[in-house]
Nanobody, 122 residues
Framework: QVQLVESGGGLVQPGGSLRLSCAAA????????MAWFRQAPGKEREFVAA????????YYPDSVKGRFTISRDNAGNTVYLQMNSLKPEDTAVYYC???????????????WGQGTQVTVSS
């Protein structure tokens, strides 16, 4: 198990940027694939990005590719999500998650943070 705490959400105008952080507790952070998901009101949780343990591979859905970048600092036990060119449809609660191998299916993750709200609005 790994404990996860997200931060960095807030209100931003369309076209703006935000960087989310997810701090992990545990000395085995490097073995986990880390992922970000988001959930808007009334919608299913949606995959946003993932990065493998050594950071060698990253994964994105088409909806955020080219705008969002996931990265990790294994020494600091932290994963980041840099979000650029934000759109109103990016508004959601963003969650950090961890599992041993990559998956884009939120049902396969059992380590979750509490979430951080991102609102894109003028």
């Amino acid at each position: 198990q790994v404990q996860l705490v997200e931060s960095g959400g807030g209100l931003v105008q369309p076209g703006g940027s935000l960087r989310l952080s997810c701090a992990a507790a545990g000395r085995t952070f490097v073995i986990y694939t880390m992922a970000w998901f988001r959930q808007a009101p009334g919608k299913e949780r949606e995959f946003v990005a993932a990065i493998t343990g050594t950071g060698g591979r990253t994964y994105y859905p088409d909806s955020v590719k080219g705008r969002f970048t996931i990265s990790r600092d294994n020494a600091g036990n932290t994963v980041y999500l840099q979000m650029n060119s934000l759109k109103p449809e990016d508004t959601a609660v963003y969650y950090c998650a961890a599992r041993p191998t990559y998956s884009s299916n939120y049902r396969q993750y059992n380590n979750w943070g509490q979430g951080t709200q991102v609102t894109v609005s003028s």
